[in-house]
């Protein structure tokens, strides 16, 4: 027989369904607040947050990776934040810290190598719009033949991430690579159609295939993944000098931080600056020796 559900964990569900979360976070967003909650063998309302750090050090000395414990975190923050309404969730709750890893972004060259070597016309105008536009893979495979607007030179991004719509930026090239696309598959939906059906688009799984599949073929010499492409398309912006706030703009980036990640992976941005030794003047300029 069904437990009933009890008003706590209707009204976490309910304030999951406003936000708009997807299905599978609230499965595990309720999930984790139930093991919590099992833990202590008390209502998660009746926990503080020193019943939390002390759940947080225990997860840790379970072995779970960082991100799993910041999962089961994130969960928390939710419940105490909005379910419980306490504010200050966020600062009371803290994220543990992971080392960020450098990101994969490939030069110019390497872009349009990968792009030649896509596995057919399909794959070569979704990478080449992944990287044209800067878009999430997510964001690509969802696109329609109706999204892309000519006339203003705009790409309409449909409930991106954040369940936003955005306008990405459409360049005559990649107008060009879109354009031959539809003319050859003429899609009835979706920009990027299944095999299966003309009415569901690809999966990020075989788009990630296709780019894996791009990079054999081009000879890179390395992984790559769609998400490169973005990371690319980022750097390369910030290498022609386009300011930091517009590429956030552009990125969709909540936070200017998140955007400055990509100045630490561009060797041209530090090859620029001048450093400091170039300044120091010295007495006898002859070379050393």
Known sequence: MTQPITPLRQRMLDDMAIRRLAPGTQAFYVSAVAKFAKHFAKSPDLLGYE???????????????????NRAVTALRFFYRVTMGLRDAPDMIPLARRAEPMRGVLTPEEVARLIDAAPGPKYRAALSVTYGAGLRVSEVIALKGADIDPARMVIRVEDGKGHKDRFAKLSPHLLAELRAWWLLARPKVYLFPSRMSAFNHISARQM????????VRAKLGKSVHPHMLRHSFATHLLEAGVDIRLIQVMLRHKKLETTAIYTTVSPKLIQAVDGPFEKLVFKDKSPPG
Do not use: F, K
């Open 208 to 215: 990630a295939r296709a780019c894996q599949s791009a990079a």
């Open 51 to 69: 019943d939390v750090r002390a759940y947080q050090l225990h997860l840790v000395q379970s072995g779970l990776t960082v991100a799993s414990v």
